[in-house]
DNA sequence: ATCCCGAGGG
DNA sequence: CCCTCTGGAT
């Protein structure tokens, strides 16, 4: 796909929702940064439905570290995956109180130093909290960079590299939430709604359902 | 490559 | 039933 495309596809992207954001909720990076630990595998519906009652009663690493791993599961047993996220969500407010002084840090490495926060957690504390051009590849954004061959690769590290290559900068700051939405709401994984797509005639996907 | 693993959709 | 959902650690 040649650069004149992708400039035609993030400007359609960008028409629908000029200020795009995550949908998870939150009031602080450090609650945005347990929604998206609980988020893996996961709906963000269902982590709203959870942290709906989690952070009223835990809003900081504090109190998240008095309810400790079993009352945290409580919170979050509706989640896939529930016993590792407790477990994991503990021990990073461990680590946010004693190296951090309870507040999320800033820099990558730092990030991907706390238990159950990698790359793509990373990405997207440092892009939707702080403001950083980087682009957290998920499940959505791998697909719909491999499906309409917008920025093709073998994995998610791969997708990455090749997304901020290609990204026209205009678009940079806010293509993670652009492309997830596309994602999660026209080019799903099962049935995607080619027939509602802005960027259909721009896209290297051949519509099974045309 | 495999395990962790609940809810919703088709 | 099977697949998917803003993955990470081993």
Redesign the pocket.
Same mark, same amino acid.
């Given at each position: 796909m040649n650069r004149a495309k992708r400039e035609r596809i993030m400007a359609r992207l960008a028409e629908r929702d000029p200020d795009p954001?995550?949908?998870?909720h939150y009031d602080t990076p450090f609650q945005l940064l347990i929604a998206?630990?609980l988020?893996?595998?996961?709906?963000?519906?269902?982590?709203n439905?959870a942290t709906a009652g989690l952070f009223p009663a835990a809003p900081d690493a504090e109190s998240m570290l008095a309810l400790g791993v079993e009352g945290v599961k409580e919170y979050i047993?509706?989640?896939?995956?529930?016993?590792?996220k407790a477990r994991?969500v503990i021990e990073t407010c461990h680590m946010l109180v004693e190296r951090h002084c309870g507040e999320v840090p800033r820099q990558r490495a730092a990030l991907?130093a706390?238990?159950?926060?990698?790359? #793509?957690?990373?990405n997207?504390i440092l892009n939707?909290a702080f403001g950083e051009p980087t682009i957290?590849v998920?499940?959505?954004?791998f697909?719909v960079a491999n499906r309409t061959g917008f920025a093709p690769g073998k994995n998610v590290r791969a997708v990455e590299d090749h997304l901020v290559k290609v990204m026209p900068k205009a678009y940079l700051r806010h293509a993670?939430?652009w492309l997830?939405l596309h994602?999660?709401y026209v080019c799903?994984?099962? #049935?995607p709604r080619c027939a509602e797509c802005r960027i259909h005639d721009l896209c290297e996907y051949p519509d099974k359902t045309a």
């Open positions: 954001t995550t949908e998870l998206v630990i988020s893996a595998q996961s709906t963000d519906r269902g982590v439905a047993r509706t989640l896939g995956l529930f016993n590792n994991n991907e706390l238990p159950g926060v990698g790359r #793509k957690t990373a997207v939707t957290a998920d499940t959505h954004i697909r993670h939430h997830i994602g999660r799903t994984a099962r #049935k």
